[in-house]
């Protein structure tokens, strides 16, 4: 009627911090894929003296080894006046003295309307320096067309070296490369 009971040993307590196994190795990052279309580059001829480049390009926008500001704004009306004065503020603080505020302003506003026109809900305003240029881009964060019709405005301003519009991943771009060296001033000859 009764069972034998089985002799056991004494309790041995668990072993504290309970062992645990050890977090697996990070992978190894996967090689990021290819895009599906080459970016496309497509400019006019070189300039000649006293004329812009024009170019339309496709590659992703990166910017190394040198000053940058960037700035996001809402896509409005207003946005052009908050961008010039923000862009008009950091290039005194870098302390250049040209391009003059008014060439910053025309330029600026130019770029702005441009994206603003696009359609989208924001835009982004991106300054950059390096060898005496200055290079203002803003993008329009929509999937629309390039226009070349603001290239044209671009090419106007005074001391515009080169200026381009694109449309890649990030979206539509535009941006203008202005020249930090005082205008040549003519003189008549006699």
């Given at each position: 009627m009764s069972e034998p009971m089985e002799a056991k040993g004494p309790k041995v307590p668990p072993s504290y911090?309970?062992?645990?196994?050890?977090?697996?190795?990070?992978?190894?990052?996967?090689?990021?894929?290819?895009?599906?279309?080459?970016?496309?580059?497509?400019?006019?001829?070189?300039?000649?003296?006293?004329?812009?480049?024009?170019?339309?390009?496709r590659p992703s926008?990166?910017?190394?080894?040198r000053r940058v500001s960037s700035w996001p704004y809402e896509a409005n009306r207003w946005a052009a006046k908050k961008a010039t004065a923000a862009v008009t503020e950091t290039v005194?603080?870098?302390?250049?003295?040209?391009?003059a505020d008014a060439v910053l302003e025309e330029t600026?506003?130019?770029?702005?309307?441009?994206?603003v026109?696009?359609?989208?809900?924001?835009?982004?305003?991106?300054?950059?320096?390096?060898?005496?240029?200055?290079?203002?881009?803003?993008?329009?964060?929509?999937?629309?067309?390039p226009d070349a019709?603001?290239?044209a405005q671009l090419h106007a301003v005074t001391g515009t070296v080169s200026c381009?519009?694109?449309?890649?991943?990030?979206?539509r771009r535009v941006w203008a490369l202005l020249s930090t060296e005082p205008p040549h001033r003519r003189t008549a000859v006699a």
């Open positions: 911090p309970p062992r645990s196994t050890p977090p697996p190795k990070k992978p190894v990052e996967a090689p990021r894929p290819e895009p599906k279309t080459k970016p496309v580059t497509t400019s006019l001829p070189l300039p000649g003296p006293a004329q812009a480049r024009l170019e339309t390009r926008m990166t910017v190394r080894n005194r603080k870098w302390e250049y003295a040209h391009p600026v506003s130019l770029l702005v309307g441009a994206a026109l696009d359609g989208g809900k924001r835009i982004s305003v991106h300054l950059a320096d390096e060898d005496d240029l200055l290079l203002i881009a803003v993008l329009s964060h929509t999937d629309a067309q019709e603001v290239l381009g519009t694109d449309a890649s991943e990030d979206g």
